[in-house]
Nanobody, 115 residues
């Protein structure tokens, strides 16, 4: 069973930065796509950013220019660097991995943007 372990959430002031990381229990190159989704209270889960096995990235319009998804092959992690954070970025952030058959999800890490 694949496990995705997230880390790095927390509380940050508006305009600040935060990085969240996802460590899969097997090589990230066993997945077609990995990415981050988020779910704010009372809202549906939404895509934030994804990266394919070839390194192609995609971002939600709301985070373009502020968030960057990347891979650290040495650590086998997928990271989401979040800059210029806004209160509306407050949500639980979930790591996702898709191997062509199954979607895997992490437990989520909370990100709160507040002064």
């Amino acid at each position: 069973q694949v496990q995705l372990v997230e880390s790095g959430g927390g509380l940050v002031q508006p305009g600040g930065s935060l990085r969240v990381s996802c460590a899969p229990s097997r090589s990230m190159f066993g997945f077609n796509t990995m990415g981050w989704y988020r779910q704010a209270p009372g809202k549906q889960r939404e895509l934030v950013a994804t990266i394919t096995i070839s390194g192609k990235t995609m971002y939600a319009d709301s985070v373009k220019g502020r968030f960057t998804i990347s891979r650290d092959t040495a650590k086998n992690t997928v990271n989401l660097q979040m800059n210029s954070l806004k209160p509306e970025d407050t949500a639980d952030y979930y790591c996702n991995a898709y191997d062509g058959v199954t979607d895997y999800w992490g437990q989520g890490t909370q990100v709160t943007v507040s002064s």
